[in-house]
């Protein structure tokens, strides 16, 4: 069964950075596509960033308010995909999921508008961004 589980979250300030993690066990994690979502105090819950599975392209893709200053990756080694943030702001306050996209589905198009295809989900991180 494919499990994912979500470290690293703290609370930073403004302008700060920070890693999460997101350890996948139960199957190899090549052959998924990774998202992180985050979610706000009432807010849905949004897509952050996404790689495609290992044995597609492994090409990344962001959401808008994260461009230029999130970067996703993964560690095939260690079964894990990180998520680096840089020049954290207020806004991006929010509980942070890893997820799988479901078996077949590779790559990553379209993650923002459906998160539906997610079907395994970590259980949150919490990040805090303020002075």
């Known amino acids: 069964q494919l499990q994912l589980e979500e470290s690293g979250g703290a609370s930073v300030h403004p302008g700060g950075s920070l890693t999460l993690s997101c350890a996948v066990s139960?199957?190899?994690?090549?052959?998924?596509?990774i998202g992180w979502f985050r979610q706000a105090p009432g807010k849905e819950r949004e897509g952050v960033a996404c790689v495609n599975s290992q044995f597609s392209d492994n090409i990344a893709l962001y959401g808008d308010p994260v461009k230029g200053r999130f970067t996703i990756s993964r560690d095939n080694n260690k079964n894990t995909v990180y998520l680096q943030m840089d020049s954290l702001k207020p806004e991006d306050t929010a509980v942070y999921y890893c997820?799988?996209?479901?078996?077949?589905?590779?790559?990553?198009?379209?993650?923002?508008?459906?998160?539906?295809?997610?079907?395994?989900w970590g259980q949150g991180t919490q990040v805090t961004v303020s002075s």
């Open positions: 139960g199957y190899s994690s090549d052959y998924y596509a």
């Open positions: 997820a799988a996209r479901r078996a077949g589905y590779y790559y990553c198009a379209g993650f923002v508008t459906t998160i539906e295809d997610f079907d395994t």
